[in-house]
């Protein structure tokens, strides 16, 4: 095989690694072999990653944990950049050399910690040329969670009212960008230290979550985005007219969400964001356009993992955390 894309004669690479469940110190950097690719896979060099709260959930022994307990020591993280160095004799578009961009097999191990990753064609886009890779690695997961609930889910119209929750988080100031996108009138909530990022993204209306309840100036929305979860259930269902509908995104309690939705009569949906090919697609091209603009809020090196999780986890950050490789 071909491998002049390794520097040296080594074939193993750098990854960061988690052989327990714990605080951000059991993230360990360590060589690992080179992934092998299947017929319809890539295998990318990594330029830039992201990192989600999933990440860090995980990490800690929630989030997807229950599901690779069995496959420790583990490699995380879903959201990468980066060049393909090999491509499977089943692939259909990509070639070596192609500079792609996707969340790869969420939510299963992503294995994206890495100087490599082998990731199927069909979770890829190709990245504009326009967009660093710093940036198109932010706008994987979180991009297509709001893409997913907005525009698939919730099939927002033109004028419809919408409130964002955490419209400063990853998921929210894409959720902000999109909604005014597909021609709503959007209300989006943080902190008063968010506001201006938040009406940069292009809401209508701010509200401080901290100021005073939501719910007590926010009224008969169309639609609600919930990105915290718990009370904000109940609280979120309040402010929706009849007939309108709230997607949840946290995981835990959300499951109830569509039967308390529906004692009043309205939809209620927990939905977790799933790896596609076409979307991601939709996603590169309202990036090359400028429709969608990732917002860097730090910048870390792969060898600062853990001060990426502690940022993350902070539930505080604006916009996106990358990783650069
Ligand atoms: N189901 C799925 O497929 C899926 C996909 C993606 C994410 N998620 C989940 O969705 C949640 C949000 O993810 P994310 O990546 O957007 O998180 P994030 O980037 O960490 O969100 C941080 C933002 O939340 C804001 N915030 C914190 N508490 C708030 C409150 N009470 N009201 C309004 N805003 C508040 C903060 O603003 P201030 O600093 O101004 O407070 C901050 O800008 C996480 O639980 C994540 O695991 C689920």
Redo the contacts with the bound molecule.
Sequence with gaps: MDKEYLSGNKDNMKAVTLHEFGGTEVLKMEERQLPEIRPEQVLIKVMALSI???DA?TRSGK?IAGRIKDQLPAILGWDISGVVVEAGTGTKYLKKGDEVFGMIA??ELGNAYAEFVAADESALALKPSGISHEAAATAT??A??AW?ALHHKAKIKPGQRVLI?????????FAVQIAKYLGAHVTG??????RDFILSLGADRHVD??ARP?EEVISKVDFVLD???GE?IDRSLQVIRKGGTII????GL?ETVTEKAKAIGIEGY?????TSGPDMQTIASLLEKGILKPHIFKTFRFEEMAAAHQQ?E???????IAVIL
């Design positions: 989600n709260p999933v959930k989030g969420f939510p997961l979180a297509l969670t997913q929750h955490a419209a400063s988080g990853g998921v929210g100031h909530t943080s902190s008063a230290e968010n979550y901290k939501f990105t915290i979860g904000y949840s995104i946290p995981s959300n927990f939905i977790l964001v799933h993350i902070s539930g505080h950050t604006a916009g996106k």
